[in-house]
Protein backbone atom coordinates (compact mmCIF):
# COMPACT_ATOMS: atom_id res chain seq x y z
CA UNK A 1 0.00 0.00 0.00
CA UNK A 2 1.28 3.15 -1.06
CA UNK A 3 0.93 5.83 1.80
CA UNK A 4 0.01 9.54 -0.02
CA UNK A 5 -1.16 12.81 2.20
CA UNK A 6 -3.17 15.56 0.97
CA UNK A 7 -3.95 19.62 2.04
CA UNK A 8 -7.29 20.44 3.03
CA UNK A 9 -6.30 24.35 2.97
CA UNK A 10 -8.90 27.14 3.30
CA UNK A 11 -8.94 30.12 2.61
CA UNK A 12 -12.27 32.70 2.70
CA UNK A 13 -14.10 29.83 3.02
CA UNK A 14 -12.63 27.98 0.01
CA UNK A 15 -10.38 24.96 -0.65
CA UNK A 16 -7.46 24.43 -2.51
CA UNK A 17 -7.79 21.76 -5.15
CA UNK A 18 -5.42 20.96 -8.31
CA UNK A 19 -5.86 19.58 -11.31
CA UNK A 20 -3.51 16.93 -12.37
CA UNK A 21 -1.03 17.20 -15.41
CA UNK A 22 -2.74 14.95 -18.78
CA UNK A 23 0.24 11.99 -19.05
CA UNK A 24 0.22 10.85 -15.23
CA UNK A 25 -1.72 8.79 -13.26
CA UNK A 26 -5.28 10.49 -12.65
CA UNK A 27 -4.17 12.89 -15.48
CA UNK A 28 -6.58 15.54 -16.00
CA UNK A 29 -8.47 14.51 -12.69
CA UNK A 30 -8.93 16.92 -9.91
CA UNK A 31 -7.28 16.69 -6.49
CA UNK A 32 -6.91 18.25 -3.10
CA UNK A 33 -2.58 18.59 -3.60
CA UNK A 34 -0.39 16.78 -1.99
CA UNK A 35 1.69 13.56 -2.93
CA UNK A 36 3.61 10.26 -1.89
CA UNK A 37 5.79 10.02 1.30
CA UNK A 38 9.34 9.03 0.72
CA UNK A 39 11.00 6.62 2.52
CA UNK A 40 11.55 7.71 6.11
CA UNK A 41 9.77 10.45 5.51
CA UNK A 42 6.97 11.75 8.38
CA UNK A 43 3.62 12.25 6.82
CA UNK A 44 3.66 16.21 7.65
CA UNK A 45 6.92 16.32 6.55
CA UNK A 46 6.12 15.02 3.29
CA UNK A 47 2.72 17.49 2.76
CA UNK A 48 5.40 20.65 3.58
CA UNK A 49 7.86 19.29 1.03
CA UNK A 50 4.57 18.32 -1.76
CA UNK A 51 3.31 21.73 -1.15
CA UNK A 52 6.99 24.08 -1.78
CA UNK A 53 7.62 21.54 -4.46
CA UNK A 54 4.57 21.43 -6.60
CA UNK A 55 2.84 25.07 -5.31
CA UNK A 56 5.79 27.18 -4.04
CA UNK A 57 4.63 27.41 -0.91
CA UNK A 58 5.22 26.94 2.27
CA UNK A 59 2.79 25.00 4.96
CA UNK A 60 1.98 24.63 8.13
CA UNK A 61 0.26 20.92 8.79
CA UNK A 62 -2.66 20.66 11.64
CA UNK A 63 -4.71 17.49 12.56
CA UNK A 64 -5.55 14.48 10.13
CA UNK A 65 -8.68 15.26 9.35
CA UNK A 66 -8.79 11.97 7.46
CA UNK A 67 -7.50 8.37 6.17
CA UNK A 68 -8.68 6.86 3.44
CA UNK A 69 -7.96 3.45 1.87
CA UNK A 70 -8.67 3.05 -1.81
CA UNK A 71 -7.61 0.21 -4.62
CA UNK A 72 -6.84 1.14 -7.90
CA UNK A 73 -6.53 -1.56 -10.45
CA UNK A 74 -3.05 -1.15 -10.44
CA UNK A 75 -1.98 -0.03 -6.99
CA UNK A 76 -3.22 0.08 -3.08
CA UNK A 77 -3.35 3.65 -1.41
CA UNK A 78 -4.02 5.37 1.76
CA UNK A 79 -4.81 8.86 1.32
CA UNK A 80 -3.94 11.21 4.64
CA UNK A 81 -6.01 14.52 4.43
CA UNK A 82 -4.50 17.39 6.92
CA UNK A 83 -5.45 20.43 7.77
CA UNK A 84 -3.21 23.27 6.19
CA UNK A 85 -2.65 26.58 6.32
CA UNK A 86 -0.79 27.86 3.29
CA UNK A 87 1.45 30.95 3.46
CA UNK A 88 1.50 32.97 0.27
CA UNK A 89 -0.26 32.61 -3.22
CA UNK A 90 0.22 28.82 -4.80
CA UNK A 91 1.66 28.40 -7.95
CA UNK A 92 0.80 25.65 -10.63
CA UNK A 93 4.52 24.67 -10.42
CA UNK A 94 4.07 20.40 -10.80
CA UNK A 95 0.16 20.79 -11.50
CA UNK A 96 -1.52 22.07 -14.20
CA UNK A 97 -4.32 24.34 -12.83
CA UNK A 98 -4.98 25.64 -9.69
CA UNK A 99 -8.70 26.54 -7.97
CA UNK A 100 -10.01 27.59 -4.75
CA UNK A 101 -13.57 26.55 -4.63
CA UNK A 102 -16.73 26.36 -2.19
CA UNK A 103 -16.99 23.00 -0.76
CA UNK A 104 -20.48 22.71 -2.35
CA UNK A 105 -18.63 23.61 -5.99
CA UNK A 106 -16.86 20.40 -5.65
CA UNK A 107 -19.42 18.42 -7.35
CA UNK A 108 -18.57 19.64 -10.48
CA UNK A 109 -15.52 18.84 -10.68
CA UNK A 110 -14.03 15.65 -12.13
CA UNK A 111 -12.14 14.62 -8.98
CA UNK A 112 -9.91 11.58 -8.49
CA UNK A 113 -11.76 9.15 -6.43
CA UNK A 114 -10.51 9.12 -3.17
CA UNK A 115 -10.81 13.13 -3.56
CA UNK A 116 -14.48 12.82 -4.35
CA UNK A 117 -15.23 10.93 -0.86
CA UNK A 118 -13.35 13.71 0.60
CA UNK A 119 -15.49 16.31 -1.00
CA UNK A 120 -18.53 14.40 -0.24
CA UNK A 121 -17.43 14.87 3.56
CA UNK A 122 -16.90 18.66 3.38
CA UNK A 123 -19.52 19.79 1.94
CA UNK A 124 -20.84 22.72 4.63
CA UNK A 125 -18.14 22.42 6.99
CA UNK A 126 -15.54 24.72 5.46
CA UNK A 127 -14.68 27.57 8.27
CA UNK A 128 -14.55 31.46 6.41
Sequence with gaps: MIAVVAALAARGGKLLIARRPEGRHMGGKW??????????????????????????????????EAAIPHSYPEKDVLLLFYATEIEGEPQAIDEAELRWVAPDELAGYDLAPVDRLMADRLRGVVPD
Aim: hydrophobic share 30%; charged share 45%; proline share 6%.
Design 31 to 64: EFPGGKLEKGELPEEALRRELREELGVEACVGRI
